[in-house]
């Protein structure tokens, strides 16, 4: 991997809460100009590690580099080319649309009404409008203008399209793939796995705080178990194959077969299989 293009580095990062869990000896690269897809369900340390990867939390051991600069020193320069965007957003609830954006470029010191413009009519946000009136999904919109309207180099989206209708889902995920066109790297962490296979290069899947693995979603799907769909005996059934195919050719024999298909997983399956294993 070329260090010079490598935009996030974690290597052999550690955050411990005590009894609780946290995210154990994880170590990831992701390269500039790729769409990262960050899976796990609730608790299995996404939020924990973007937090630290942010510099919002220490962790206990391990090294963090993102744009190539290391969060414990550089944290100000490297927040000031990322664009973040939590799960949850919280505005003053009394200020207008507007007003929050501008005031989100004004924190960083950059002229963004251009770009703020163009994101607010492709997101069809309603800037007139104060935050308390608006509904979760408008919220959201408010929240991917702030995080997109500086052009930042790495974005970092945490659930982004709870709440967004299908267009709206389909016009983020164009606005990413033309920022990451232009050289721009995206970390998207979600429970979504259709967007996974949508937009994202790459995949990392976290379980009980530990990387399970890191894979293209092609290569992912083709790693575990095949799905076989059969009528056998007058009988159809459907089910996940991770043994063999010449066991499962063995056993078919002496049986009236009428329908055979054998095809990968989905990614939601394939997915479910690192689970349980």
């Known amino acids: 991997m070329d260090s010079e293009k490598t935009v996030i580095e974690i290597s052999h990062m550690t955050k411990n809460y005590g009894k609780h869990r946290g995210v154990?000896?994880?170590?990831?690269?992701?390269?500039?100009g790729k769409v990262f897809g960050?899976?796990?369900p609730n608790g299995a340390g996404k939020s924990t590690t973007i937090r630290a990867m942010l510099g919002f939390i220490r962790f206990d051991s391990g090294r963090i580099r993102l744009l190539q600069k290391d969060i414990r020193s550089h944290r100000e320069e490297i927040l000031a080319q990322v664009g973040y965007m939590p799960s949850e957003a919280m505005f003053y609830p009394t200020m207008k649309v507007k007003d929050v954006i501008r005031l989100a470029a004004q924190v960083r010191g950059v002229d963004c009404a251009q770009e703020a413009r163009m994101l607010c009519e492709r997101l069809q946000v309603d800037t007139e409008k104060k935050i308390r009136e608006l509904s979760?999904?408008?919220?959201?919109?408010?929240?991917?203008?702030?995080?997109?309207?500086?052009?930042p180099r790495l974005?970092?989206?945490d659930e982004p399209t709870s709440g967004l209708d299908p267009l709206m889902q389909t016009t983020f995920f164009e606005l990413i793939r033309e920022y990451v066109n232009q050289g721009a790297t995206c970390m998207l962490s979600t429970h979504v796995l259709p967007e996974v296979k949508r937009c994202c290069d790459h995949v990392a899947i976290l379980k009980e705080g530990q990387l399970q693995c890191?894979?293209?979603v092609a290569a992912l799907t083709k790693a575990r178990a095949k799905r076989i769909k059969w009528v056998r005996d007058g009988r159809q059934e459907e089910f996940l194959y991770d043994r063999d195919l010449n066991e499962l050719y063995r056993e078919l024999e002496g049986h009236d077969i009428t329908e055979l298909l054998i095809e990968e997983p989905s990614l939601e399956e394939a997915f479910i299989e690192y689970y349980r294993a």
């Open 136 to 151: 979760l999904g408008n919220r959201k919109k408010v929240s991917i203008v702030c995080a997109m309207q500086h052009r």
């Open 24 to 32: 154990t000896d994880l170590s990831l690269t992701v390269e500039q």
């Open 155 to 157: 974005f970092i989206f």
């Open 38 to 40: 960050f899976l796990g």
């Open 214 to 216: 890191v894979e293209t």
